[in-house]
């Protein structure tokens, strides 16, 4: 086969490649405005999940529909994130100003770091789980802490890999343009593992089915 075939290895790896690009870029503009970065991430995951792994559809058609089509349903749930996000972070400025007072600013500031930390847990699950089942705001919320908890290893495993990618992007800040990409198709592959166990037997094969056949 010719390497420069569209079907070759190199050449899927190519375009595979584009298209993480393509999905990074997507997903920075569409959070600019800042209150959409819950959409712009429900997006990315829904595309990363059709396009990338199934090659189902078009990337830049599929995020921008997946984008206008949750805008409603996924901005409330951000801005709640962002409210909580921000009392975390005020609260946590505020202690460690005072840290070298006491050993109990100290503790308070290691509290707060925690609570950043589950937090981004929490969204972890949230909007890939928005991406991916049709419910209430309320239910959605509920049922990705409860997925956090009940999947602790896995919910482990997504914070270690976060905190490669974190790591990767800090020491080579030109990869920010790819990485949100490739973390959240990496991603996927665990929350896949456990969203399927929450899914009907009927859902499960229909969904195969569309996977093998689109």
Same mark, same amino acid.
């Given at each position: ?17 584009? /298209? ?34 199934? /090659? ?12 206008? /089509? ?20 005020? /609260? ?123």
């Amino acid at each position: 086969m010719n390497i420069f075939d569209p079907d070759s290895g190199l050449m899927r790896t190519v375009s595979k490649f584009t /298209d993480c690009i393509c999905l990074s870029l997507l997903f920075f503009i569409c959070s600019i405005p800042i209150f959409t970065i819950g959409t712009a991430a429900t997006a990315l995951y829904h595309t990363v999940y059709r396009v990338l792994r199934y /090659d189902r559809g078009y990337v830049f058609q599929d995020y921008m529909s997946t984008f206008r /089509d949750n805008f409603k349903q996924t901005t409330p749930v951000w801005l709640i994130v962002m409210a909580i996000g921000s009392v975390l972070g005020l /609260d946590f400025y505020v202690l460690n100003f005072y840290a070298q007072k006491g050993i109990f600013f100290q503790i308070l500031s290691i509290i707060f770091i925690v609570g950043v930390v589950l937090l981004f847990l929490w969204i972890s699950y949230l909007f890939p789980y928005m991406a991916r089942f049709q419910n209430t705001r309320k239910q959605s919320m509920k049922n990705a802490i409860l997925m956090a908890m009940v999947h602790f290893p896995m919910t482990i495993l997504i914070l270690v890999l976060a905190i490669i990618i974190g790591v990767v992007m800090y020491i080579m800040p030109f990869l920010m343009f790819i990485l949100p990409a490739i973390y959240t198709w990496i991603q996927s592959f665990i929350l896949e593992w456990i969203f399927r166990k929450y899914m009907s037997e009927e859902d499960r094969i229909a969904e195969d089915e569309r996977n093998r056949r689109e």
